[in-house]
Every structure is written in structure tokens, then in C-alpha cells.
């Protein structure tokens, strides 16, 4: 039986002349942004909720990564910089000099550029549009959810925003300035699908226009608008009454758009792709179909648990936050199930129409790329990679609270007992992830406080230990911890090293830690400990053969000065400066 919230008008109309007029697929009368007084009290409420959530991040400064698309030589130049915005992929100044990503976010990009232009570079106002654009995609999502769900009950759609809004695990793309293109996209992506649907409607092609023209848009944002390609023809059959089949033309004209736009850098801009590193995420170098099957349904399992149970959310994972894992781990047969029974329960009621199909295919469709089964992805997983999925959980999480309560949400009026008792249970469930929300915007406040609230969560990660020692050596070789008392000085080193220490015990293959390690044994003067392995002469001739870089070299000479081993110094002082000159 069909949803009646869904019902396509039977089009065997024909003209005056004989012909027969194309198949509407025509749904009740929606006017979104009438300016009925209704309309205004949900804008005013969602304002207050963006900046309840969100407006502590205000105070915050800029944090790790996002000189990529902000506070950089580049965007500080205001409007002038447009031509060099759009002829450049995100590049960010480290250790190894400026390096740059295949990432290409010039309109996103252009948003910080526009700030400097008209108020300066300041990172409270940047946050304050971050909070903003996050009030005005909550708007949009309400609205389209009110247009698609039409025959639901308001307070269905009005509860899914809600419970959108406040979920921790958005702190991520909304906290972190650079992950700004994260909503444009997916505002973007929203704004596609609603002219998608004008159009199914109408059959207008400025609406069709319209539609790839903010698509386009929404990818030079950010590449994550992709999985929306996937998302549209299931929101054109389950809410216009559009067929599949004729929504095929639709998905492969998007597509046609996503190349178009992809090729515009990689034909313009000169550039290196990225190295990809173990450490980053093995399954770069994983052949294994079995493991990499395995290791994308623990991925899955993952994005479950941070959905239900958002604690312990940190900036980074990598090698080794996910175990990976062959088809035969419980854990994975477990996450079979899961998912299995998820897809079969949507398969069997696609037909029907039912809302919890549509909701359960919204969130496969839009996670299944960042399970690393097809393509492996940066960090192996990340909170941001769930943003447009975590959609789909909102509507039947909510769909979940209306049927405990046996309250049908089409029911244009639902009993005031019932409306209390939702409410109720909504707040139960909203104050918690509010208060979680607040608490992870403070540490987003700036890189060191993010890198030294999230390294207790971080034990297994060879490259978040790294970075976090790597960071705290910066402040001893520029200067910036000459103001610090002894003790501070030394607590800082002893930190500098465990963390360094504990990313090689995760991966001793390491090499940023290597050198890290080394440079900083130089610069505190560490000697030989035979209680420590990784002091030894032993272990650092084993590194650098394995392993070479100027600064095991150096570190190398140093021990064997020591020891009054000048030969063995001189050999490993040259061996530092041809390592020099390959590296240059």
C-alpha cells in the first residue's frame, strides 16, 4: 500500500490537440518562506538554538588546519586574492615547507576572503558566520523537510532539525573553521534537491538549471556535496512520485557536473597529489578484499556507536583508532547484521514508501563512501564524513520517539498528552547532547587546546601523538616557551618526548615521529639510557638504516661524540649532509 503522504496525480490528461502532456509528479502546495507569523517564531527559535549551541565558539581562536582556507598570506589579501583563491588547492605551511592537499575549496575560501576584505582577519567573527550559515542550512533543512514530509504532523520535521541541530557530533564542521565547506556543501546539496523537485514538478528546465547550477557551487565548497548524487533520485521517488528510471537522466547529469568541476583544477592547477601514508590510513596500501570488507563494516560499526553514543569524539583518528580486521571478527559479523538487516528492512518496504526506508537508505547512501570499502579516505574515519548521513538517523530517531508513544506523526493533530509526552522525552534526550555540544566547542578553541584535551582519547594514534609532540617541540625551536617557568619547561619535554615515543611504539615505521624523536634527543641533550631502548646507539643505527633522514644522522654524531667516537661522528655528520641535499 502506497504512502498516502505520497501520491503522484494519474497524468493521462491530454491537450486540446490530441497530444498527451508529459507526467507531472505534483505534490500539495508548499510556500516555504511565506512570511507568516508561524514562520517567523520557528526562525527566531532556530537563531536562539544555533547560538545557545554554538555561540561559545565565538571566543574561540583559529585551530589546528585552518590556515588551509583561512588566516593565511593568501586569503589576507582580501578581494585581490580572488584570482589566486581559484587557481590554488588548499596548502598549509609545516614542518616539510608549504604542502598542499588535493582539496580545491574556492568558494569556501572566498568566504574567508570577503571577511578580510570588509572586517579584517579576526577568527571571532569568523566563528560568528560559522554559527550563522549553520542557523540559515538548519532553516533550509526545516523547510525542505516540511515541503517533503507535507502530510506529517509540523512537529515531526520541526523535532528532526531540532535533534540535528543539537547532535555533538556536527562540533567538528561547525567549531572548525575549516571545515566551513562542510555546511555550504551541504546547503548546497539541500538547495539542489529542492529545485530538483520544483522540477519534477513542473518540468521547468530553469528549475533543472537552477539545481546543477547550485550543485556546482556546492563542489567547489567541498567534494563532500558527492554523496547528495546518490541521496536524489531516492528523495525524487519517495517524495514526488518520480520513477527510478526517470531519474536516471537527473543522476547522470549530475555526475556530468562533478566532472566538469573536477577537471577545472586538475587541468589548471599545477600541483602534486598528496602522499599517501600508512599511518594516515593503511588501507592505502591494503590489497586484501576480505580485509578491507571487514575493515569497512567496523567503519560503519564506529559511525553507529559516535551516532548513538557521541563521547569521546576527537579532531583525528587514523592508524590505530580502527582496527583492521578481516570478514571474521565478531565485531565486523556483528556490524553485518546491523547494516544487513537495516538494508533488508528498507528493500522491503521501498515499494510502500515507508518513512523509515527512506530514512535508513538516506543514511547508507550518504555514509558508504567514507567506508573505505570502495576508496580509502583520510584518517580512515572522521566526525565530519557524517554530517549529511546523520540526517537519516534525526528521522528515525525521532520516527522512533513518535511510534513509542503510539502517536501516528501524519496526524495533523496530535493529543496534547501525546505532545507532552514527546516533548518530554525529547528534552530528556536534548539537554545532554546540548551540554556535550557547549563542553567540545572549548576545545576547539585553539590547536593546543584541542591537540592536549584529545590526546587522552588518542593512545592508539600513532599520527595524533606525533603531531601533538611535534606541536610542543615547535614552541622550544621558535622560542615561544622562553617565558615559561623551569618546571613548565621540563614538564613540556617530558611530554614532547612520551608523546613522540608512544606514536613509534604504535607504528615504529613512523618517520615524522623519527625525526621528531631525533631532533628533539638534540635539543634537550638527551643521553644514552640502557633502560631505554629508544636512547640507544643500537636503535638509532637500526632507524637510520631503515629509516634515513638528516636528523637520525645528527642525533647519530651527537651519540657517538659522546662516546669519543670521532670516526663514527664524521661518518654520520656527512651521511647527514648528503641526506641534506636529497631532501632539498
Not at 58 to 76: A, K
Not at 154 to 167: E, G, N, R, S
Not at 252 to 270: H, Q
Not at 552 to 562: E, G, Q, V
Request: charge should be positive.
Amino acid at each position: 500500500m502506497q504512502n498516502p503522504a505520497i501520491k503522484p496525480l494519474s497524468a493521462k490528461r491530454k491537450s486540446p490537440g490530441g497530444k498527451r502532456k508529459p507526467r507531472l509528479y505534483k505534490r500539495m502546495e508548499v510556500k516555504p518562506f511565506s512570511t507568516t507569523k508561524a514562520n517567523r517564531y520557528f526562525f527566531l527559535f532556530f537563531l536562539i538554538m544555533a547560538f545557545i549551541l554554538y555561540g561559545n565558539t565565538i571566543l574561540n581562536d583559529y585551530s589546528i588546519g585552518d590556515e588551509q582556507v583561512t588566516h593565511n598570506q593568501v586569503v589576507s589579501q582580501g578581494i585581490k586574492a580572488i584570482p589566486l583563491i581559484f587557481s590554488t588547492k588548499n596548502c598549509i605551511e609545516n614542518n616539510k615547507g608549504v604542502t598542499c592537499d588535493d582539496s580545491y575549496q574556492p568558494v569556501t575560501k572566498l568566504t574567508f576572503a570577503l571577511e578580510s576584505e570588509f572586517f579584517g582577519e579576526s577568527p571571532g567573527l569568523s566563528h560568528a558566520l560559522n554559527v550563522l550559515i549553520y542557523f540559515f542550512l538548519s532553516v533550509f533543512l526545516f523547510f525542505l523537510l516540511k515541503r517533503i514530509l507535507g502530510r506529517y504532523n509540523i512537529l515531526f520535521p520541526f523535532l528532526v532539525t531540532l535533534l540535528f541541530m543539537a547532535h555533538p557530533v556536527h562540533t567538528e564542521v561547525v567549531a572548525s573553521l575549516r571545515n566551513r565547506g562542510d555546511m555550504l556543501a551541504f546547503l548546497c546539496g539541500t538547495g539542489t534537491l529542492w529545485y530538483l523537485l520544483n522540477f519534477s514538478e513542473t518540468r521547468n528546465f530553469r528549475y533543472l538549471l537552477t539545481a546543477m547550477a547550485f550543485f556546482f557551487t556546492g563542489f567547489l565548497c567541498k567534494s563532500t556535496i558527492l554523496v547528495f548524487i546518490l541521496i536524489f533520485p531516492v528523495v525524487l521517488y519517495f517524495h514526488s512520485g518520480m520513477p527510478l528510471r526517470k531519474s536516471i537522466p537527473i543522476f547522470i547529469l549530475m555526475v556530468c557536473v562533478t566532472i566538469i568541476a573536477r577537471l577545472i583544477p586538475l587541468m589548471l592547477i599545477p600541483g602534486n597529489l598528496p602522499e599517501n601514508t600508512f599511518t594516515n590510513n593503511p588501507l592505502y596500501f591494503e590489497k586484501n578484499l576480505w580485509i578491507r570488507l571487514g575493515t569497512s563494516f567496523m567503519v560503519l560499526l564506529f559511525y553507529i556507536k559516535i551516532l548513538i553514543y557521541p563521547v569521546s569524539l576527537v579532531y583525528h583518528y587514523g592508524y590505530d583508532m580502527i582496527q583492521i580486521v578481516s570478514l571474521a571478527n565478531l565485531w565486523v559479523i556483528f556490524s553485518v547484521l546491523i547494516h544487513g538487516t537495516m538494508f533488508l528492512f528498507a528493500v522491503r518496504k521501498f515499494r510502500r514508501k515507508h518513512l523509515l526506508s527512506f530514512a535508513i537508505l538516506w543514511y547508507l547512501l550518504a555514509i558508504f563512501p567514507y567506508s573505505n570499502f570502495i576508496f580509502p579516505v583520510n584518517g580512515i574515519v572522521a566526525e565530519r564524513y557524517i554530517f549529511t548521513a546523520s540526517l537519516g538517523f534525526c528521522i528515525a530517531s525521532v520516527y522512533a520517539v513518535f511510534l513509542l508513544f503510539n502517536t501516528d506523526p501524519m496526524t495533523l493533530t496530535i493529543e496534547v498528552d501525546a505532545r507532552i509526552e514527546i516533548l518530554a522525552l525529547f528534552i530528556i534526550i536534548m539537554i545532554p547532547g546540548t551540554l556535550l555540544t557547549i563542553s567540545r566547542n572549548t576545545k576547539w578553541k585553539n590547536t593546543e587546546t584541542i591537540f592536549s584535551a584529545d590526546i587522552e582519547d588518542l593512545h592508539n594514534s600513532t599520527d595524533a601523538n606525533a603531531q601533538y609532540g611535534a606541536f610542543l617541540l615547535k614552541s622550544f625551536t621558535t622560542g615561544t616557551s622562553g617565558r615559561e617557568t623551569l618546571q613548565t619547561r621540563e614538564e613540556k619535554q617530558q611530554a614532547v618526548v612520551l608523546c613522540l615515543k608512544q606514536s613509534l611504539k604504535i607504528y615504529p615505521g613512523n618517520r615524522e615521529a623519527i625525526k621528531d624523536l631525533a631532533r628533539a634527543y638534540l635539543l634537550f641533550g638527551v643521553k644514552p639510557d640502557p633502560g631505554d631502548p629508544l636512547t640507544t646507539i643500537d636503535f638509532w643505527e637500526r632507524t637510520a638504516a631503515k629509516y634515513p633522514s638528516p636528523e637520525a644522522y645528527l642525533l647519530l654524531k651527537w651519540l657517538f661524540t659522546l662516546k669519543n667516537d670521532l670516526v663514527k661522528a664524521d661518518y654520520y655528520d656527512k651521511l647527514s649532509l648528503m641526506e641534506k641535499e636529497k631532501v632539498q
